[in-house]
């Protein structure tokens, strides 16, 4: 069983459209999380879930709209896509703070 | 050897040698830190983590050297293996409470190389 799980794995899409990444977690974390990760392979944190309450959000555009239904599940919608958000973006949940974080496989995203 | 400006610090070794890699953090107040390996094509792997209260921690052939003084990390992988071969982070948590809330701040990163 995949502990931390994110679909799609590949996204490919044009500019100026709106897409949708999901996660889920079989952990029973209570905290989840979405990280950047740029060309570079630099991993950047942009916002943190615990119990389904935002408590991390980075400075990240508003184009960028994170969800969590459940303490299971966050999942991460941008609109209007530009080109510099092609990147790898991961999930990752933890229990509690100053604790480690499990990933998932990340989901590489590309803006033609 | 290493290379430094826009790539990523890399280290080669030979099958059986020791590695190590380092990494300096910025913040003294950070309280815990982790190493993760991560390949290609995959997520970060958590390998070995350390709180500030202590100064080494021993793993499976990984072991983690925390130097406050300093602000330095390092990660020594005994007798490395072809399967080590990955990207190495090692990543600080400045502790609960307030915007520091499970936030992990991780650092550059170091491709690790070993040669068969």
């Known amino acids: 069983d995949t502990a931390v799980s994110q679909t799609p794995k590949y996204l490919v899409t044009q500019m100026g459209n709106d897409k949708s990444i999901k996660c889920e977690q079989n952990l029973g974390h209570d905290t989840m999380y979405w990280y950047k990760q740029d060309s570079k392979k630099f991993l950047k944190i942009m916002f943190s879930y615990n119990n389904k309450e935002l408590i991390i959000n980075e400075t990240v555009p508003n184009r960028f709209s994170p969800k969590s239904p459940d303490k299971a599940h966050l999942n991460l919608h941008i609109n209007s896509l530009e080109l510099g958000d092609s990147a790898v973006y991961f999930c990752a949940s933890s229990q509690g703070a100053a604790v480690g974080l499990f990933f998932g496989e990340g989901s590489r995203l590309t803006v033609l | 050897g290493e290379s430094v400006g826009l790539h990523l610090p890399t280290l080669s070794v030979q099958e059986g040698d020791n590695s190590i890699i380092n990494c300096a953090y910025s913040?003294?107040?950070?309280?815990?830190f982790i190493w993760y390996k991560q390949e290609s094509g995959k997520g970060p792997q958590f390998i070995i983590d350390?709180?500030?209260?202590?100064d080494k921690r021993q793993g499976q052939r990984v072991t983690v050297l925390l130097n406050k003084t300093v602000k330095h990390l390092s990660l020594q992988i005994a007798a490395t293996q072809p399967g080590d071969s990955a990207v190495y982070f090692c990543?600080?948590?400045?502790?609960?409470?307030?915007?520091?809330?499970?936030?992990?701040?991780f650092g550059q990163g170091t491709i690790l190389t070993v040669h068969p």
């Open positions: 990543a600080e948590n400045t502790g609960a409470g307030g915007t520091s809330y499970g936030k992990l701040t």
């Open positions: 913040n003294s107040a950070s309280d815990y």
């Open positions: 350390i709180r500030s209260n202590m």
